[in-house]
């Protein structure tokens, strides 16, 4: 059975192990009626005020990263690019600005509308693989900056009992981040082994 994660998941102070126990959770949309979701299965956690990779390094507050000083449970939506929504589920406590990048998902279910969203006619891996595809995919755009992910509404994440165990995740340094000089080398992308649906190794 599926049960939407609670605030108390997300409030926790180890954005790294919330990022590794996000695999296999369910990303859900319900969007103009629309279902769709998919399993995480490739996240990107984002250490707050001492991470050089952070929006928010050293507790810089602007009108964008204002959401990330906001308790543990809502989603950071921005635009990178000028053109992909990168989709972020920030953790922690009040002002304590730690965040979770939901990179790729394995599609489930609306995948008619997930390929219609990409303007794609057959399903391939790259459908939901890449943060700004999958926010695509899913149908998440900047208007969701803000919104509370602890019940259903247009975003949610659910528990449907899958665990990954530890053997099967890989550990590896983040994407597109070699302005943050040593904390680009942190191992802090995590992905499912040998599962089609995650973006490319870098």
Known sequence: MAVVLPPSFY?????ISISRELLGKYLVTQIDGVRTSGMIVETEAYNGATDKAC??????????TEIMFHEGGVAYVYLCYGIHHLFNIITNVKDRPDAVLIRAVQPEEGLEEMLLRRGMSTLKSNLTAGPGSMSKALGITTSHYGQHLTEKGPIWVEDKGVSVPDSKIIASPRVGIDYAEEDAL?????????????????
């Open 55 to 64: 929006h928010a390094h050293l507790n810089r507050r602007t009108n964008r």
């Open 186 to 202: 942190l191992p802090w992308r995590f992905r499912i082994k040998g599962n089609k649906w995650t973006s490319k190794a870098k």
């Open 11 to 15: 409030t926790r102070d180890d954005v």
